[in-house]
């Protein structure tokens, strides 16, 4: 059984795997085009979108997006996906005195945050704030300033496969909750400050290094927490402060950093040798229903080593999305169909969970 991270962290990773190959519709109705053109594709001047209660899905596909202007996503759930995110603008949620704002997740490779860009997700004063996630396949980098208090904090979810290193200015609000996560390297730079008080959360998870710098308080009542696998460094928070104190634990759940070791290689496919009968002479059988190979024993397992790890996942996703090969995982493609579908990719993702059949 593959080492695979903490049930709550997991869980993330599967909704945005699921969600970046699921069919995306237009936002409203309206090509995404309408924000922006080309490549990179820059969105520039103010946009709001329009209201839906079902959600909103903005697929930029295989492009970089530059975010310069205002994108108003009001009391709307929206996805944003495209190839690398760069947000220079803002992002502002709009609710009215009593109600909840909106939620926006950011799904890309690489997500850059610069300095003087603005998640506001603010709700009125008995309102829920909204909810800021952000994944990526690669890194999440820079400097994000994002209020998502109210009436009840938001909540503000990075997770990256490979590294967060950032400065995060977060005011979550009561109740609100923090959450780090990267899988090779996390680092808070300093000038970071998280507040959630009187009773919030914030909680760190890195399978490589974790160097915490800044200023976390989430009330007395609140909780703060950092787990991190055997072997590797003990959480370096020298240049930090917490209220309360952190607890920094082991968790061997969380997986091993793959990320970055070097290029992934092709698998060699080996192609089994066409086995032709020998004819003898006796009065033939009926022959035989030809029946289809049977699937392989552990789908997603590219290389056959006999587990299914993160980047194996990754690898499928990107075949799914038209970026990669089939022939990069050809034991991920269950019906033969030449292609990774969604259901090849949750069957994946059980195995990564609970492990290949022995």
């Known amino acids: 059984m593959m080492s695979h991270r903490s049930a709550s962290t997991f869980v993330t990773l599967i909704a945005s795997v699921l969600i970046a190959v699921a069919p995306l519709p237009a936002y409203g109705g309206v090509p995404a085009d309408d924000l922006c053109t080309g490549d990179p594709c820059i969105i520039a001047g103010d946009h709001v979108l329009p209201s839906n209660l079902d959600g909103i899905t903005v697929d930029f596909g295989n492009r970089a997006v530059v975010l310069s202007g205002t994108l108003d996503i009001g009391q709307n759930d929206v996805l944003l996906t495209a190839r690398s995110f ?3 603008g803002r992002i502002v949620g709009t609710a009215a005195e009593n109600d909840d704002t909106g939620s926006i997740e950011l799904s890309a490779d690489n997500i850059i945050f610069q ?8 709700a009125g004063e008995d309102g829920f704030g909204g909810v800021l996630e952000v994944f990526a396949f690669d890194s999440i980098t820079g400097t994000l300033v994002a209020d998502t208090a109210g009436g009840f904090g938001g909540i503000v979810s990075l997770t990256a496969i490979n590294r967060v290193s950032l400065v995060a200015n977060l005011s979550l609000g009561d109740l609100g909750d923090a959450r780090f996560d990267a ?9 970071t400050t998280v507040m ?7 909680q760190f998870f890195s399978a490589g290094t974790m160097v915490l710098a800044g200023t976390f308080d989430v009330g007395e009542n609140g909780f703060a927490a950092a787990s991190y696998r055997t072997g590797q460094p003990v959480p370096d928070i020298s240049g930090a402060s917490f209220n309360p104190a952190l607890v920094s634990e082991i968790d061997d759940l969380l997986p091993e950093c793959e990320f970055g070791t070097g290029p992934t290689p092709t698998p060699t496919i080996t192609l ?11 009065t033939p059988s009926p022959t035989p229903t030809e029946t289809a190979p049977p699937p392989p024993a552990c789908l997603g397992d590219c290389d056959g080593d006999g587990q299914v790890t993160v980047d194996e996942i990754v690898t499928l996703v990107n075949i799914a999305l038209g970026s990669a090969s089939i022939d990069a995982c050809r034991n991920g493609d269950v019906d033969g169909g030449g292609e990774i579908t969604v259901d090849e990719i949750v069957a994946a993702l059980n195995f990564a969970l609970d492990g290949c059949p022995t």
């Open 86 to 88: 760069t947000i220079s």
């Open 115 to 122: 300095p003087g860009s603005m998640v506001s997700l603010r």
């Open 183 to 191: 899988g090779c390297e996390l680092e808070t730079l300093p000038g």
């Open 196 to 202: 959630a008080v009187p009773d919030g959360s914030v």
């Open 272 to 282: 089994s040798p066409t086995i032709t009968p020998t004819p003898t002479p006796v």
